[in-house]
């Protein structure tokens, strides 16, 4: 991952696991990304361009997810984002793709598979879970 210029930023309330995906995300790139934590009403503030991935804890909202990133890319076409909830199966996460995700990892995921998500998605790759099992 080319992490030059990069930006990761959490949307999420200060919660515990949002302090959780931010240090895992700081053991892993240490100083090489610019890391921020911001909560769903400090969006604007964000950058909207390809060097930003948002990681959006949608466990975090009142509000449907499906509006959620709706609005979110209708804002910030740009970005990528990775989106993190408890739907468990390819038909309720079939949508959030539609509306413009570009990776999706269920809400408490390992540290190899949150680091492994957040890699492919900064890299342009799609990350989706394995439905199989």
Known sequence: ?????????IVAERTPRASHFESLI????????SLHLVS???????????????VIDLMDFER????????????????????LHIYQSEELIAPLFE???????????????????VKKVMNGETYKPDFSS
């Open 99 to 117: 509306k413009g995700i570009d990776g999706y990892i269920s809400s408490d995921p390992t540290r190899q598979d949150f680091i492994k998500a």
């Open 1 to 9: 991952m080319n992490t030059g210029n990069t930006n990761i930023i």
């Open 64 to 83: 449907s997810a499906f509006k959620i990133i709706e609005n979110l890319k209708e804002t910030h076409s740009s970005v990528k984002v990775l989106a």
């Open 40 to 54: 769903c009403n400090e969006l604007s503030s964000v950058k909207n361009d390809e060097n930003t991935l948002i």
């Open 26 to 33: 700081k053991e892993e790139y240490d100083e090489l990304v």
